[in-house]
């Protein structure tokens, strides 16, 4: 079972700004050598794929910022899936489509929601929320 961690919020709020800072974060706190990541960068948006080692543990993590309405964030979410991500961080709106794709998957995964921090000093915010997206993956 996997842990699906998806940051909500509308349109143009530092989402996918965030989700990059938690990888660069990741790969900078865990040394990810250029194997260990398989990108695939559409335009702004992308979705990646880590491998880390905790405890001596691997750990595949999955991340996408495809998280509008029409996008390939179902997609997305399978294909980490087959792939064997233990946990993965994704974006997506408020309400609406979606939403209901990631819930989707809680019928065999955990599903979690963040809500997007907001506020006037955005360069603190995505800091202070990828740091707390790390938390929250307990990784």
């Not at 989700?19 to 194997?35: F, G, T």
């Not at 899936?81 to 794709?101: H, P």
Request: net charge positive; with cysteine.
């Amino acid at each position: 079972m996997s842990d699906i961690i998806a940051i909500q919020g509308r349109a143009k709020c530092g989402k996918t700004t965030t989700l990059k800072l938690l990888i660069e974060k990741i790969i900078k706190k865990y040394a990810v050598p250029e194997e260990k990541q398989a990108w695939k960068i559409k335009r702004t948006d992308f979705m990646v794929t880590l491998e880390i080692e905790i405890s001596g543990k691997a750990l595949r993590i999955g991340i996408t910022t495809y998280g509008d309405p029409n996008s390939k964030l179902q997609e997305h979410i399978q294909t980490f899936l087959s792939e064997k991500c233990e946990l993965i961080y994704c974006a997506c709106r408020t309400s609406g489509m979606t939403v209901d794709w990631v819930n989707s998957f809680a019928i065999s995964h955990t599903v979690r929601f963040v809500q997007k921090l907001i506020g006037t000093n955005y360069d603190v915010l995505n800091q202070k929320q990828a740091d707390e997206l790390l938390v929250l993956g307990k990784i």
